[in-house]
Structure formats: structure tokens, C-alpha cells
């Protein structure tokens, strides 16, 4: 076994021998003529001329060994219902998807929009693009309206796939009407809308555009749909991120060299083999799942787990009665979840049988000391922190197990993965930080294969936001500050820029701010990421209301915070809803006029603000203070 260090070295000594090593995981219609094509930094393109298509490699290909294997337990304790599909039942399934989506006009290249709940439909949905050479993108169902309409219009999708209604700790969300109200404020109109039809709840049909799955799913029955083979540097799919403005990012993803990525990485950060179960609790909407529920399980020859639910329900042991009853080899979910489980009743992680499980995984925030140490010691199992964004689509840090079990250190994800270049550098000169002192977290040029290889529709938008940052060096800011120790461990010291992270869940205070000033009550308004015991960050708004009157009374701050929340659930959704909205006469900014958000979010945690040479009036301070205090 070689060293993670070793192969670090190697990976970018010699990135062309290294990758092409990797490629051979998966199939290839065409070899690939050139490993990397850097001639157009910072874009990097991997596996240059090589066709290949990433639901072969994830169905079809296992199909001669294992159509009998397990490849999909799906488990709602929302519903009640459990579904298992075998590779056999799942190629029949996605083939299906596939010819209706062919049959409603979808090409190669076409967007497809999935807004779905998490039912099979959806990853049916994703695997039916991918084998079409159509373009995915998955927004988080329940996702409200004005954040939906805002991606239609960005992604232009031909075709949007969703369902009547999703269900959260036992309520049920209606989709069907947020969707029909997110297609009447975009200019972008789909052509269809393939609709799932669970029987949670009501679903109003407009006749000429929504289609039925059922039906449809019928009449397909018995079609045949090939893969379509993409050029490796072919879009796989779309995803939607916060970025520091109001307007989403779409990170764009390749096909082959996300597929290399991924395989590679279930062996060795993941430990996984054809044959483990990997039940990854997280959301088909965010990365995470693209990646761990849907993809590299089924590209490893794996089975994945996909589950409607919360951790708490029907108790807090349902995540680890679930790892016994389908045999769960790896778990992988946010540290929110562990932390939500430290307030039930601690016997639950004993009751049942968790020798199946090898490795639990945690990433998409801080994993604190605490509650690591509680989940390493209640189930007896290593706990992996993995540190990586929607961006990079893989670990950028961790201890890789797969090539060596390094000592983990509480508080730092690892050591950087393979393929990344990774720098901790000075934000003002560019140059390397030595062990010990805080910089930016940036990689240097080449991103590695499955990383992000542009933002949907707009190139420049890409180089200017993330290869402009650090200055001095062709290097990708990961926008997270960190320090590295004497051995090489990174630690992440929270975001260089204004987004925050709520329960795992990446948000930008701009957004919350653009939606909380389309109130008409509301002159100016500042939101920033506050530490939480529970949720990692909440966001708190700071907010000067229009008119003074409206915020003379406790009974009317107290109404106004109210009409504030809620235009926030409509147009963002309740994730992004502000812990608080406080009210101030002022907000502290500088002489020129930016604001201080760094401060305001330091007087918040009851820190010390640092330097105010610049602020215009230091009273703004006091103000926040004491609206917190009221
Ligand atoms: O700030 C870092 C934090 O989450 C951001 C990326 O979020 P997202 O794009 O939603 O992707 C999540 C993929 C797991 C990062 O810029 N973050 C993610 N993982 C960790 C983390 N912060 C500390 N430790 C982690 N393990």
C-alpha cells in the first residue's frame, strides 16, 4: 500500500499517467487521445476525444454480472413505502424515463429540470438524462417559487420532471402549485411537464403542457433507448449554487472525467466495493447526492440507498435501524444530523445491530470536536470528515482510508485528496501561508477530473469569480479560509466570502438581503451567518424600516419580523428564512458605504468587532447590540 502522501505526489507529478490509470475504471466507446488539455487555463479538459457515458457505466455495464444484484432500496418513513430494484429492474426503469423523455422532445444537449421529492422517479429521471446525452439539473424540491423561476430562466429547460407533493416530518408540501407559480413568473416556458402523481395532495393540470408518468410509463413498456455516447468534455448536468450575489451559479459538470472522479473515489476515500451498500442521508437537490445517492454507488457496482425522511423519525434511531436492516456499509451525512441526534436519548445508538457499518461520513460544514468524539465513541465506528463544495463534486480534504488510515485530528478534515493542488496562500500577496498562519484555501491550476468545468452559459462569470480571487497565481479560491499544520493537516476556518451555511445548506446573505428589500417595509437591511449550537450557522437580519412608525411598538417590530419571514419562505424558502430580523435606525458601514457585515456578525456572536477605524458611525454597533438585548 502506498501512502496518501505518496500518491498526492505522484497525482500531481505526473497528473497524465496518474489519471489515465484512473480512466480504466470505466468503459470507454472511444479511447480517449489526450489524458489533459490545458492549453485554455484555467479551463481544464479532461480524457480530450474519449466517448463514454456515465449511465452505462452505471447500469448497463454491471447488467452481465449483477442484473440480480441490489442496486436501489428506496425507504420512506414519510409514506410508509419501501421499494428495492435490482440492476435488471433499475435498467428497465431508466430505459423507460429515457423513451418518455424522448417522446416529450428531449435531445442531446436539451436541459431537463427535475424538481422532485425524494422518490426513485427522481434518480430514474437523472440516470434517463444522462443516457440521452440530455443536460440535468435538479433543483431541491419544495424550493420556492421566485428561486425556481430564476432557474428556469437560467437553464432554459425543454422539459421539467416533478411530482404532485413532497412530505417533510410528516407534512406534506405541495410542489405542483409552486411549480405552476415558478413557470408563470419565468420568460423561459418548458414545453412540458412530466408529472408523478404520489396522491399526497391535489395536482391541478394544465392539458396541453403537463404529461403523466403512469401513463406514459405504460405505453413505453418494452422500448429500447441507447446510450448516447458524449465526448468526455460533454455536460453531464447543471447544478444551482449560492454564490455571494443574488444571481444563482450554474456549475457545470463533464462527463468522463466526473465519472473517473467519482469511481476513484469510492475506492479510496470511500472504501467501497462492487457489492457494499452505501446509504447516503443527504438530498438528490444538492451535491451530495448527485454524487454519493445516485452516481459513484451505481458507477462502483454498488447499492445505494435512498431515503424520504428525517433523522428523528418515528425516533432518533432510524438511521442506524435502517444501516441494520439493509446491511449499510458506509453511512454518509452532514454533522447537523449527528448534532440533531445528540438531543435524543443516547440507548438509541445502541439498540441496534451496526456490524455491517465500517465508516461514517460527515461533510457540508464544521464537523465540531464534540459532537465527532459523541458519534465516534456511541457507535464505535471511525467518523470521516471530508471537506469538498458543490464545485469540486468530490473530497477536496480527507483522510483517505482507502490508501491509508492516517491518524484522524478532530477539528481538520485531513490531508488534501489526490489531484488537488491545494495551497493555503495570503489573500493580499498570493504567496504560500507556512504551517501555522491562516489564508485562503485555493487549488492550484489544473482542477482535477469531476470538478466543475464552468458556470452554465457563462465562461466569464467563471474565471472572473473563482481564478480572480487569489491574486498573483493561476489558482482556484475555494473562498474558505484555513490554516495547514506541521504535518500537513488542513483545518477550515469558515468563509472568505458572504455565504453562510445553515444545517449544511450553502446560502448567500445577498440573496436573503435582495428578498428581504423587495419588502416595501424595509429601507435597508444587512444579513449575516450567526454561530449556532444546532444548525452550525442561523442567519440574522439586521434590518431600517421605511418608515419609522412601523417599528414604534414591540407588538409592530414583532408583526413587521413576521411579513419579513414570510416573504423570505415564499420567494427563497424556509431554509433561507432569517433566525431574527432585528430593527436599527442605522447599519454600520464605512466611510465609503460598504457595510461591515464582518463586524455586525462579531458584535452578534458577542466577539469584539476588531479594527473600527473606518466605520462611519460607531454607534450603528451599539444599536445592534441592544436590539439583540430587547
Ligand atoms: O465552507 C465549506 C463548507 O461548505 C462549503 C461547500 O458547500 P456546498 O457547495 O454545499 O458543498 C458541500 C459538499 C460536501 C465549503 O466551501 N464545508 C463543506 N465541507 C466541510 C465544510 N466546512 C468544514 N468542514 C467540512 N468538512
Redesign the pocket.
Known sequence: MTSSHAMHARSLADPQGFWAEQAARIDWETPFERVLDDSHAPFARWFVGGRTNICHNAIDRHLPTRAQSRALVYVSTETGEERIYTYAQLHDEVVRMAAILQSLGVEKGDRVLIYMPMIPEALFAMLACTRIGAIHSVVFGGFASVSLAARIDDARPRVIVSADAGSRAGKVVPYKPLLDEAIRLASHQPEKVLLVDRQLSDMPRDAGRDEDYAAWRERVAGAEVPCVWLESNEPSYVLY??GTTGKPKGVQRDTGGYAVALATSIEYIFCGKPGDTMFTASDIG???GHSYIVYAPLLAGMSTVMYEGTPVRPDGGILWKLVEQYGVNMLFT??TAIRVLKKQDPALLRRHDLSSLRLLF??????DEPTARWIQDGIGKPVV????????GW?I??IQRGVEALPAKLGS?GVPAYGYDLRIVDEVTGEECPPGQKGV?AIDYPLPPGCMSTLWGDDDRFVRTYWTAVPNRRSYS???WGVRDEDGYVF?L??TDD?I?VA???LGTREIEESLSSHNGVAEVAVVGVQDALKGQVAMGFCIARDAARTATPADRVALEGELMKTVDQQLGAVARPARVYFVNVLPKTRSGKLLRRAIQAVAEGRDPGDLTTIEDPTALEQIKAAMAE
Open positions: 449554487t449560492s444538492w451535491v451530495v452532514a454533522p460527515l461533510a457540508g460544514e464544521p464537523l470528515d471530508n471537506y469538498w463544495q458543490t464545485e469540486s473530497p480534504i480527507a478534515p484555501v475555494t473562498f474558505d477550515i469558515g468563509r455565504v451555511n449544511g445548506h450553502r
